[in-house]
């Protein structure tokens, strides 16, 4: 018999208070002053066998030529392929289940969905995402990048942990209920 | 010499892990299950001294037929002036700073604003509120009415407290900082 688990989703990220990712110019200068290691982003980052993000994020952390994700397989959803800037890239122009698929093939048990909203909104539509993990940064932004983008799909949640940091970070972990 | 310190405001509210305060539709049946005194309501109310509310939910609370915040002093900021639920109500037409006078004349110290979204952000939008306090209920709702509305006034935050309930509710303290 086949096993037809697939891997379980993560989706990380800091938001305000008022629940957006970034400022309408998807600047996020407002995180620059909190620690990710304090958000326990060592600890949730060995946690994950591989990544999933968009291309759009990629591009951005391809520019920036630090690739601080060591080598666990990251796959990128986007709309052509490109050569990557790692070998544990992998360009993949397939739908989400298909890439799904890829990754249950891949054997990886746990895979860190890299924001931004738009990757986001495409798991959480779908209902892909087990576990969401959320570092609220003690600012209102007025507006901005939700976290999700709008859509109609509910989903109920059971709260895992919640821990408030000295620098006014609360780290919120749910999972699908 | 005049006294001038006006009354804080405070804006308490329950909100989904994605910022809503309502479904689109303004539907709250997604609170239903959770018991306010749990999130500290009483407590809370016991420390305003009076509450200032939009026309659209004092109607909504008058036409329930359910008046549950005693005899506290509360302004209505309304297009048009009508004959209150209770004698303790007051419409009042004129502009929020207009609103906030009164209020310092009726030597207020500590008010609560009173949601929907449309009325924290008037006071949001003018730097009026000094706490923000907002109990995240454990439910993505992909849309629906955001906390604030879309504007360009940022506010950062001090978080005062942080405090995990039984049931899932993260109720964060916020001041401003």
Known sequence: ??????????????????GFIAREDGSVGWLSEY???????????????GLVMGAKTYEQVANSGKWTYGNKPCIVLSNQTRKPFRQCVEFFTGRVEEAVDLMREWKLGRVWVV???????????????????????????????????????????????????????????????
């Open 115 to 177: 924001g931004g909203a738009s990757i986001f909104t495409q798991f959480h539509k779908k209902r892909l995402i087990d576990d969401y993990i959320i570092a609220i940064v003690p600012i209102m932004l007025g507006s901005g990048i939700p976290l999700i983008q709008s859509c109609d799909v509910e989903v109920r949640l059971a709260l895992v942990s919640s821990r408030a940091l000295d620098s006014g970070l609360v780290l919120n972990h749910y999972r699908t209920a």
């Open 1 to 18: 018999m086949e096993e037809n688990t697939g891997p379980s989703f993560v989706m990380y990220s800091a938001c305000s208070v008022d």
């Open 35 to 49: 620690d990710p290691a304090s958000a326990g982003y060592g600890e949730f980052f060995d946690s994950v066998d």
